[in-house]
């Protein structure tokens, strides 16, 4: 028989699926920091046709996630384990001709479903252990946020704290008004072969995030720590001036709707 399934593991009906299908509505509470890279050294993280922006920037980010895949609208309030997690990012900010973005480098999660959908996108994402300061306005030790608000975000793997960023509040911004660079993401996606017969699949895509939305937006003064570890290669990319230090919530939806910019499959990995 024809097995089903957006994924991984395929069953007779697909329930089995790791990852449901696309649509997936996306939001975060996240906190992030914006550096100044050395242009050489971003060149050497981004795909081939990617360049740095300019000037070249990086960005560090941490934010508690929440997933509704549109197959499973009322997963949220059925099966809150299935649609909650957490995430870290270190990645810079690019273009591919006139098209502004960004490419993230390394990312981190909580979930195995969230990791499984990032190789199927494209989107480098680990397991790790990933936590972020949580803000509740009625906890008698915090209050609400507002200016002078401490915000940290940490990513622990393999026994090494990989990725430590600090934000302070300073000033509240309007809806949207922290920069977006277009909302797209350039992602990619590397599938190795298991024959000599059959190519890798190499391929680099660029997707708009649908109808995106931030809000509650905060800018501040922050701090990024990066650390190798044993299975990083974090360090290279040590933050210059830090230029931005952000507080957002931002929701999005993820479609199968990315254009593909090149695809190199069976090609010698330029890099290799």
Request: aromatic residues 8%.
């Amino acid at each position: 028989m024809v097995l089903k399934g957006f994924t991984n593991p395929q069953s007779p009906t697909g329930k089995a699926s790791l990852v449901e299908d696309v649509p997936h509505h996306i939001s975060a509470e996240a906190i992030q920091v914006v550096f100044r890279v050395d242009p050489d050294v971003a060149q050497r993280y981004l795909p081939e046709d990617l360049e740095p922006s300019d000037p070249p920037l990086g960005f560090a980010y941490v934010a508690d996630m929440l997933k509704v895949s549109a197959s499973e609208p009322d997963q949220h309030a059925i099966e809150p384990e299935r649609t909650q997690y957490n995430e870290g990012i270190v990645g810079l900010y690019c273009k591919h001709g006139d098209d502004a973005g960004r490419f993230s480098a390394f990312i981190w999660v909580t979930k195995d479903w969230s990791m499984a959908f990032g190789h199927f996108m494209g989107l480098p994402k680990k397991l790790a252990q990933v936590h972020k300061t949580r803000i509740h306005d009625v906890n008698p030790g915090m209050g609400p946020i507002g200016s002078g608000t401490k915000l940290r975000g940490v990513v622990d793997r393999l026994g090494t704290r990989v990725l430590d960023v600090a934000v302070t509040l300073e000033e509240r911004l309007p809806d949207d008004g922290i920069p977006a660079y277009g909302h797209r993401v350039f992602m990619h996606r590397v599938l190795p072969s298991p024959s000599p017969h059959v190519p890798t699949t190499r391929q680099l895509f660029s997707l708009k995030l649908g109808g995106a939305k931030t809000v509650d937006c905060w800018k501040g003064s922050g701090t990024v720590q990066l650390a190798d570890g044993v299975n990083e290669e974090l360090e290279a990319l040590a933050p210059g001036e830090v230029t931005g230090a952000y507080f957002f919530r931002r929701g999005w939806t993820t479609k199968a709707g990315a254009e593909l910019v090149w695809d190199h499959s069976g090609k010698e990995h330029a890099n290799a």
